[in-house]
Nanobody, 123 residues
Framework: QVQLVESGGGLVQAGDSLRLTCAAS????????MGWFRQAPGKEREFVGA????????LYADSVKGRFTISRDNAKNTVYLQMNSLKPEDTAVYYC????????????????WGQGTQVTVSS
């Protein structure tokens, strides 16, 4: 089992930055690919970004590419999502997720999920 806890969400203005943190505990964190997803009211949970467990290979949704950066510190069992140039359409609950499979954008491939952290971007 892997337990994931997100933090760092909040209310910001358009153009501001936020860094989300996901702290993991349980089984060997470094063996899991980690992803970030988000869910806005009335919408499905969508992929934001992911990072492999070893090579640091990253995947991003087109909507955040160039603005968001995902990183991880295996020594601290932590993954980060740096969000710059935030837009009102980035408003959502952001979830951290882990998969013991290959790096993927597919939501159903992730085995473990955090409880989410709210990000609200005002215009």
């Amino acid at each position: 089992q892997v337990q994931l806890v997100e933090s760092g969400g909040g209310l910001v203005q358009a153009g501001d930055s936020l860094r989300l943190t996901c702290a993991a505990s349980g089984r060997t964190f470094s063996r899991y690919a980690m992803g970030w997803f988000r869910q806005a009211p009335g919408k499905e949970r969508e992929f934001v970004g992911a990072i492999s467990w070893s090579t640091g290979t990253r995947l991003y949704a087109d909507s955040v590419k160039g603005r968001f950066t995902i990183s991880r510190d295996n020594a601290k069992n932590t993954v980060y999502l740096q969000m710059n140039s935030l837009k009102p359409e980035d408003t959502a609950v952001y979830y951290c997720a882990a998969t013991d499979g290959i790096l993927t954008k597919t939501r159903d491939e992730y085995n473990y999920w955090g409880q989410g952290t709210q990000v609200t971007v005002s215009s």
